[in-house]
């Protein structure tokens, strides 16, 4: 059995050993190997995790497949699949504390952004527990005598690809509607951070889902997430990742010709007027650009703020930014958290270097922590560049951590040009106490969602919507359940 060393350190005895769950049972990889999974604050192993190959996926979708036909989760009462749903909720509250730890250990994040992960993860299952036994057709008058209806099935065998940032609440946001529906999961998360949805797999398999209906397999995108992507028997395919990633998973999905979501980057903009509570403004625009470490795709990574108060409210931004305590997730007093990896953390502080090379001004930040106890994890103090313009790289990209560009505006269609001249068009912050301007704003961003005065804000119920590069197709929302469900329409002549 192969150990492929990703971290600097021989793993202690001790290591927890994980593989994947195929059709109940927990299996080793077919390729014998094992990645050790690092904790970010120290890139110390935290886990072994089974890095899966080929023959990994297709059992996984196999084992899905069988399920699906099986009569006892296709012939299961609606009613009963909803109680599933609650019962693994209740699963999750019960588990609340290891799932958060769990999520904070593995992504860095701190502590409380892992309980806030955790409970959004029960919040999703409840939510989605409540529809499954209200998907519906409908009947339509036709001309003639006939009866025509449609009935909304369930699609077959979902595929779910994760990212790292927010391992399990992402996941699940597309488990949990593809369940409701009555379809067969295999969600496939990210190498690096696996740990939550392998933990969510034991809890399925502790409440009783039958064996195949939910499967995790781990392993490396580039070939258990490829193979997954390409199978003929996977009847749709949710994608939460990169733009580039993003733009591959369409092409393996046109081969048989597979329906995906796409969930996509962001380089959001958050604009501050004049007349808006300015200190309630300053709290969230740190939380929009510093929370995770700034590893979000709705990250208020685009800070655009009136002329009239830009100096003195970047200035007030740059001060809170320096402050932050920076630390492992589990430490309690932590307000940010490593980024995820050595190459996260070389891509974020390459940004910092382009950004002062095309000419923005680093007021704060930007710089490894080098020394002390942080000094061996992935440590990037929070980033603030101003007079930055909106044709810089940092204006433009999405640099995924914690970096902050911030950008003065004069006029509201200047505002508008800038805000919508990214390739992407996620979420949007607006802080003005004026409605006419929350509202006009609001309605000329090209941006799936748009806050005003609080950023970012989602709950299960509303629609996570990425417009532009950002994504395609949603998740949350009564209406992503239209996609792990299909449309047959029924016509009976009465004649
Ligand atoms: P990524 O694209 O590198 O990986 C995402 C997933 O795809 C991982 O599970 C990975 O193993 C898998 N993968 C990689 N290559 C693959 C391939 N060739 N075939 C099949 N699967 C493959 O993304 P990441 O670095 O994990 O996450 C960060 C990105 O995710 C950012 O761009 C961020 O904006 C985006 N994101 C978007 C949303 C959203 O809802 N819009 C939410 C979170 C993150």
């Known amino acids: 059995m192969g150990l492929n060393p990703r971290g600097p350190s021989p793993a202690p005895m001790d290591l927890k050993r994980h593989t994947s769950f195929i059709g109940g049972k927990w299996v080793e990889p077919s390729t014998g190997e094992f990645v050790r999974d690092l904790d970010p604050a120290t890139n110390q192993p935290i886990a072994e995790v089974a890095s899966g190959g080929v023959e ?139 740990l939550t949805a392998l933990k969510f797999a034991e809890l399925c398999e502790k409440v009783g889902v039958p064996p195949g209906v939910v499967n995790v397999v781990t392993g490396p995108g580039s070939t258990v997430g490829k193979t997954l992507a390409e199978h003929v028997d996977v009847d749709s395919i949710t994608f939460t990742g990169s733009l580039e990633t993003g733009r591959q998973i369409m092409q393996m999905a046109a081969k048989h010709v597979t329906p995906v979501t796409l969930e996509l980057g962001g380089k959001n903009p958050n604009i501050v007027f004049p007349d808006a509570d300015l200190d309630k403004a300053l709290k969230s625009v740190l939380f929009g650009a510093y929370q995770n470490a700034g590893q979000m795709c709705w990250a208020g990574s685009r800070l655009l703020v009136h002329e009239s108060i830009h100096a003195d409210f970047v200035k007030k931004v740059a001060e809170r930014a320096a402050k932050m305590r920076l630390g492992p997730g589990l430490k309690e007093d932590t307000q940010m958290g490593p980024v995820v990896s050595k190459e996260q953390e070389q891509s974020v502080l390459s940004y910092v270097e382009v950004g002062t090379r095309e000419g923005a001004k680093l007021l704060a930040g930007g710089k490894k922590v080098a020394d002390g106890e942080l000094a061996a994890g992935n440590f990037v103090s929070p980033a603030v560049f101003d007079e930055v313009t909106p044709d810089m790289r940092v204006a433009r990209d999405e640099i995924f951590g914690p970096v902050l560009a911030a950008i003065t505006f004069r006029i509201v269609d200047d505002l508008i040009d800038v805000a919508n001249s990214v390739e992407f068009g996620l979420a949007a912050g607006v802080w003005t106490k004026d409605l006419k301007t929350a509202h006009t704003v609001a309605a000329r961003l090209e941006s799936g969602m748009v806050s005003i005065n609080e950023f970012p804000l989602t709950f299960p119920q509303t629609p996570f919507v990425g417009w532009k590069h950002s994504g395609l197709g949603h998740e949350q929302g009564m209406d992503a359940m239209r996609f792990y469900t299909r449309i047959k329409d029924v016509s009976v002549s009465l004649e």
Request: hydrophobic share 45%; charged share 25%; aromatic share 8%.
């Open 56 to 194: 990994d996926a297709k059992a996984a979708v196999e084992a899905a497949v069988a399920a699906f036909e099986n009569p006892d989760w296709r012939g299961m009462d609606p009613s009963k699949r909803g109680r599933l749903l609650n019962q693994l909720g209740q699963a999750v509250r019960d588990a609340f504390d290891e799932v958060a730890r769990l999520e904070s250990l593995d992504v860095g994040k701190p502590i409380r952004e892992g309980k806030g992960d955790a409970a959004f993860v029960y919040k999703t299952l409840e939510y989605w527990a409540g529809m499954a036994d209200k998907i519906q057709g409908e009947t339509i008058p036709v001309p003639g005598a006939r009866l025509n209806y449609t009935l909304r099935e369930p699609v077959g065998v979902t595929l779910h690809i994760a990212p790292w940032n927010y391992p399990l609440t992402l996941a699940i946001r597309g488990v949990a509607p593809a369940l409701a529906a009555g379809n067969t999961v295999v969600l496939k998360p990210a190498t690096i951070t696996p």
